[in-house]
């Protein structure tokens, strides 16, 4: 019986220990196996690298966001190039990702290699720059059709009015892909209501402060008497100004766009140089990681990706002078 009794005591002894799987001196107990932990998701994010402002910006809220999830193992990668990017995410794939969070460099070059994600059953979640085919499972986006839309429109009143405006403008494109395309279609389709405006120039300038500034330099030598400038981009807005400045021509207005707090200080300062501004937010790069996460973690994906949307819209407003206030971010990278 005492024997017994011993037998009894140290096997309820063992079992006491089982919740932290070792006994008090810390010793794991090797009899009772330990359930089994679920691995992290392994996701890549693939986003351009910081050649201006708003990119940086997207680098700065994708490190941010990685900060929040360590239940995750993310690969963050930025590249200069299609080219870089592909190869980036071919990678990535090689490495066995279970996830791809991914902002274009361009559209149409990356297409495949998201394409070929997919199909490998590898969750896709396209962030701004649209790909050319719907390979995405989740696709996030500015309304870039009302950021043209608008952005025209405050022009067009602040000309004269609808019906009324009258000015010669220039028009800066960005990189080729579906956010410059639907920008610059949106804006066209308001010009052209508009028999008092002429556009006397319009060239990509790759939303690069740098090109911004020589693409307007070779335009104000062929348009010096221009009314104002529809930039689309902060950055590039800056480097039209400089362009203005080193030709010393005065009087002329910008409309850049994305939120830029040096821009939106300068709105709410009623500098005459930027009367208004457009918002676009770089963050939306974490809401995609967010995404990803929140349908990785803990496996289950399909019946998580059920009522997940396959398409977000961020809405797009105007930035005046009224309601700068509300769009300042001293602190942040952008």
């Not at 998201?114 to 085919?133: C, P, Q, T, Y």
């Not at 990509?204 to 348009?223: D, S």
Request: glycine letters at 8%.
């Amino acid at each position: 019986m005492n024997t017994r009794l011993i037998a009894a005591v140290s096997l309820l002894a063992t079992l006491a220990c089982v919740p932290s799987l070792s006994c008090s001196d810390g010793a794991p107990i090797a009899s009772v196996p330990a359930q089994a932990q679920v691995a992290k998701p392994r996701i890549g994010v693939s986003i351009p690298a910081a050649d201006h402002g708003w990119t940086a910006g997207v680098v700065w809220w994708s490190r941010e966001c990685e900060k929040l999830h360590p239940e995750c193992e993310w690969t963050i990668a930025t590249a200069e190039t299609p080219e870089k990017q592909i190869a980036d995410i071919e990678t990535m794939i090689a490495k066995g990702v279970d996830g791809l969070v991914i902002l274009a460099t361009e559209s149409a070059p990356i297409t495949p290699v998201a394409e070929e994600a997919h199909s490998r059953g590898i969750l896709v979640v396209n962030v701004d720059r649209g790909f050319l085919k719907p390979v995405a499972d989740i696709f996030i986006e500015g309304d870039n059709n009302a950021f043209g839309r608008k952005s025209a429109e405050f022009m067009v009143e602040k000309l004269g009015g609808k019906g009324n405006a009258k000015g010669e403008i220039i028009i800066l494109e960005g990189i080729p892909c579906t956010v410059n395309t639907d920008r610059v279609q949106a804006a066209l389709k308001v010009f052209g209501t508009e028999k008092g405006i002429k556009i006397v120039g319009q060239q990509a300038a790759n939303w690069n402060r740098q090109k911004a500034l020589e693409v307007t330099q070779t335009m104000l030598q062929k348009n010096p008497k221009v009314t104002a400038i529809w930039a689309s981009d902060d950055d590039m807005a800056l480097g039209a100004e400089q362009a203005l400045t080193e030709a010393g021509i005065e009087g002329v207005w910008i409309l850049g766009g994305a939120g830029m707090k040096d821009i939106v200080k300068r709105v709410m300062d009623k500098d005459p140089m930027f009367p208004a501004d457009i918002t676009y937010p770089p963050s939306m790069i974490a809401t995609g990681m967010e995404l990803a996460s929140t349908v990785l973690v803990g496996g289950k994906k399909a019946e998580k990706l059920q009522f997940m949307p396959s398409h977000m819209m961020i809405d797009i407003e105007l930035i005046t002078p009224e309601n700068a206030k509300r769009f300042y971010f001293p602190k942040s990278v952008y």
